[in-house]
């Protein structure tokens, strides 16, 4: 046991230190406190029973027992957004009525974002300290924003965009350190002090940094220099959560509430020019109740209401550019009065006003509203080792449909959420836990005249995948009770095993053979060939040194410039090989592999101002790899790996640092 208590610290220490961008669809809020909770619509203020559900509720640490829990799922957003006439935005009313509405700027662009797979770890760890009082501590994903537009939805006139492309990528984590109190049989309470750090870059908004040069009062930014292009900045903060949770009817019926203060965070000095307060962005103030009935034993009804307060944050609810008053004209003047800073400053008529430009107290935000969650989820025992569950998650987008010209940058428009999953006891101290949710699709579309880029029209929908194991030492006093009555053996898992793997993927020898192909040009191509990959696989260990392994490895993408011409191309594959393993020492083995892969290539190409051409190239080709496993449990694995997609002119290299389980 100590051991194995050794290993989960060394884990989690691990995994805090981690920057894995989390994307949010409660606003920016994830939709629950770990894949188990999302498995459930996300429900956690009455009902939690893992580690990560005290970031719901500090009281479920009084039901969780002794456990360490670790996680990563695969997140998966596909977004899309334009500007000016390409958002096909109608003029309903005057002169030009029926016609699109089209900025006097000449904004024209559309894009779907490139960045369309992250992941997200989580982990946690409870224990009883004595037998009424308890503490843990939890380190997952807040929530984020992500968007990289290769296409600068925020470029205006016949010419190029001041940047090629346009995005952000913020990444919010939480740790709640938790103690929690049991005061008599029927009632706990729980509180929490919250740590949070974000990182936050933003690219792309040059367009905005010089509009001041049409003349005095007309500038978007209060300080162009650190609006855009500055990389990454981090903010670190602290907030409190306070949770208590009452059984009732038999311990049929358990009420929860949970309050969890504005957490205040150090601004963003590279980016005080973008949000308000010279850079402010504090995590808004959310609170909730919830309830699970049990009808019986083995089955939970359980439901949350949730308020997330992002109107209270400045930098989030100031209202941006928006709709100009006098729609129905089109014409610069009134485009420009759509615009905050420039209406603030004729209104007054003052040339030089500036309250509302972009950086300031009173600055453009993202001019989101509150946002009032509801959450329902079911849980089943099957038998003595299946628990399966399901849920549905529903919040209104706190966009307002005029505030959508910031909110191209987060489109956090979804709103309703369906998920599945299960926990399969795989011995008495462990559990499977997986889950998938399915985010629909959702648009918004702002009103014609949309300030100063004409109309704005954006979409999003999202997949969420989720895998954690639980290492179970003391399942707490209820928990048990919740599997079905039925006796099964389970299913046979000798010589299965699974892992992931996350790291960088490289194209080789892309400017050469690009260069080969376009033939000769005034300069030599310059591409990117380096990028975040990762890859999930399973596998079946035939004896101690023959295996086979097939998964699937995402490889994203790199770009290359050639004079006008730009190159995208986005691959991932499915995998199929055969595993050899040498053994060195008792723990440590040499793995090698030789197989086949199928490549999936998406190849974008744009020359100039041209339309962006877009073309597939799938095939099978030959896929080998060597690496290194290090035993870290009995069933827990350490892996680092090395391995080539042979492309013929395009090999494609990925080298991968992660985990195998044995099942």
Known sequence: MKRNYFALTALATALAFAHAPALATNGYFLPGSGFRAQGMGGVGIAFGRDSLSINANPANITKTG???????????????????????????????????????????????????????PEMGMTMPLTENLFAGFAVLGNGGMNTTYSTNLFGFGAGQPVDQKLGVDMMQLLVPLTVGYKVNENHSVGGALVLAETRFRAYGLGAFQTFDAAGPGFAITADPDNLTNNGFDYSYGAGVKLGWQGEYLDDKVTLGVVYTSRTYMTKFDKYRGLFAEQGDFDIPENYGVGIAFKPIKNLVIAADVL???????????????????????????NQQQGVQSIADARADGNATSSATETGN????????KNQTVYKL?????VNNRLLVRAGYNYGKSPIPNDQLTFGLLAPAVVERHYSAGFTYKASDELEVTGTYMYVASNSQTSPPFQNIVGGVTTNMH??????TLGWVLDPGPVALDEYGEGDWDGINFDGWYGGFG?????????????????GPQASPTIA???????????GYQFNKYLGAEGGYANLNDMTATTGTLR??????AWTLAAVGTLPVTDKLSVIGKVGAAYVLADIRAKAGTALTQRSGDDSYEPYYGVGVSYALLDNVSLRAEWERFDRKDLDIDLMTAGFAVKF
């Open 462 to 467: 999202q997949n969420l995948f989720g895998l």
């Open 567 to 572: 190159t995208n191309v986005n691959s991932d």
């Open 66 to 120: 002794m456990r360490g829990d670790l996680g990563f799922g695969v997140f998966n957003p596909e977004r899309y957004g334009a500007t000016g006439a390409s958002a096909a935005v109608p003029i309903t009313t005057g002169p030009l009525a029926g016609s699109p509405s089209v900025a006097s700027f000449g904004f024209d662009r559309a894009s779907e974002s490139d960045s369309k797979y992250f992941i997200i």
């Open 502 to 518: 996350f790291g960088q993927s490289k194209y080789r020898d892309v400017a050469s053979y690009i260069d080969a192909e376009v």
């Open 377 to 381: 989820g079911v849980q089943y025992g």
């Open 361 to 368: 107290d009173e600055g453009m935000g993202f001019g989101w």
């Open 528 to 538: 990117n060939t380096r990028s975040e990959g990762w890859k999930v696989y399973t």
């Open 307 to 333: 308020r997330i307060n992002y109107a209270d944050i400045a930098s989030i609810g100031n209202r941006g550019p928006q709709t100009a008053p006098t729609p129905y004209i089109n014409n610069a003047f």
